[in-house]
């Protein structure tokens, strides 16, 4: 239970704990209605923004066959930040992916990683 008595759910991922601050986010998969499903990911938050959206970069190895030697490559998505966590921006954190919230955000930060 959080202070306000509110339910706080776990999210059923390995290495990811309940944060100890509350919030009334409804897109916050653990005081929310949002399930995480699909893929776990890691990246660096760059870009944190006041509508409590943010940019992930990661960083990942493809392997090019017709030159036959590897590339280091970037991607970047853009999460939704829950109320309860404090992030910021240089933050090496753990997205999970959800149903869509807006036009181009479908993950949501679910911790920091230390």
């Given at each position: 239970?959080?202070?306000?008595?509110?339910?706080?759910?776990?999210?059923?991922?390995?290495?990811?704990?309940?944060?100890?601050?509350?919030?009334?986010?409804e897109y916050c998969p653990y005081?929310?209605?949002?399930?995480?499903?699909?893929?776990?990911?890691?990246?660096?938050?760059?870009?944190?923004?006041?509508?409590?959206?943010?940019?992930?970069?990661?960083?990942?190895?493809?392997?090019?066959?017709?030159?036959?030697?590897?590339?280091?490559?970037?991607?970047?998505?853009?999460?939704?930040?829950?109320?309860?966590?404090?992030?910021?921006?240089?933050d090496n954190v753990i997205i999970?992916?959800?149903?869509?919230?807006?036009?181009?955000?479908?993950?949501?930060?679910?911790?920091?990683?230390?």
């Amino acid at each position: 239970m959080g202070k306000k008595g509110q339910l706080v759910k776990n999210v059923g991922i390995e290495g990811v704990s309940a944060p100890s601050k509350t919030c009334d986010d409804e897109y916050c998969p653990y005081h929310g209605s949002l399930k995480v499903r699909g893929i776990v990911l890691e990246g660096k938050l760059i870009r944190a923004r006041a509508n409590r959206t943010g940019t992930v970069e990661r960083e990942y190895i493809f392997y090019d066959s017709k030159y036959k030697r590897y590339e280091r490559r970037r991607s970047r998505i853009h999460v939704h930040i829950p109320s309860c966590l404090e992030v910021k921006e240089g933050d090496n954190v753990i997205i999970g992916e959800s149903r869509p919230i807006a036009k181009s955000i479908s993950f949501v930060i679910l911790g920091v990683k230390r």
